[in-house]
């Protein structure tokens, strides 16, 4: 019998810089650059074997995370944005097996370069009131949902949450708790999907100790850079993940 890991060394090429980037913003600094990870991996393995085999990865940096922002929480925030984004998980549980994912891609790509040129072309006055909460429902469960078929929740709900203006650490850290409770809600119905397997998980636990690395390098530089900056990491981020997931989608 093989031994149930993969061992292919472009996979681990790509993996291992993916899995540094998905730490670093799993502590909210570039936040958008999470959802690179996925299409990286997907270079080397299918899709649906990539986001499998992220999942514990994802659990040790959203427990990394929330315990290093564990006073920072916006809880009234939260109590608002989990259902939205678990109401997201259930649709993308149903729907996994009927989805293409290249299109999943896509849509997740242009959503995301729209709300940047509309950020960066438009951009609102100080003044500005904050997004209709029917708007932040709806990011919500797209996050929700992106987040499920490709571990791609970052840029919608971001779409919704940059312009209430957060300080860098309160963003964060209800960044990080949302997340928890989104990924945390994936373990049943990935394994009811069969993705859970030996040979997945093997992979996962050879990767596991990148998770914490990510995690630090990215803590340290939300505590220490002023929102200027911060923002301006998030909004690079956004960029390039919104354009590798439109060019998986139609190239």
Known sequence: MDFPLITDPFFYAVA???????????????????????????????????????????????LLGIAA????????????????????????????????????????????LLFLAQRLLFAPRPDSPPPPKWLGALLTVTSGFTSFVAHAGGPPISA???????????????????????NLSKWIPYAWLGLLDLRNMATSLVLLPLAPVGVWIGVR??????????????????????????????A
């Open 69 to 112: 922002f564990r006073k920072d929480f916006d809880f009234q925030f939260l109590k608002f944005l989990v259902p939205f984004g678990l109401l997201g998980t259930v649709a993308g549980a149903l729907l996994f097996r009927v989805l293409d994912a290249r299109t999943v891609a896509a849509i997740v790509g242009g959503f995301t």
């Open 160 to 182: 919704y949450v940059i312009p209430l203006r957060l300080s860098p650490v309160k963003y964060t850290a209800t960044m990080a708790f949302f997340f928890f409770v989104i």
């Open 16 to 62: 291992i810089p993916a899995v540094l980037l998905l730490g670093i913003s799993k502590s909210g600094f570039g936040a958008g650059f999470g959802s690179l990870a996925v299409p990286m991996i997907a270079l080397a393995v299918t899709v649906p074997q990539a986001a499998a085999i992220l999942m514990p990865l994802l659990l040790l940096m959203d």
């Open 221 to 250: 530089l939300a505590r220490t850079i002023s929102p200027l900056w911060f923002y301006r990491f998030l909004y690079g981020g956004m960029f390039l993940t919104g354009v590798k997931l439109l060019w998986d989608g139609v």
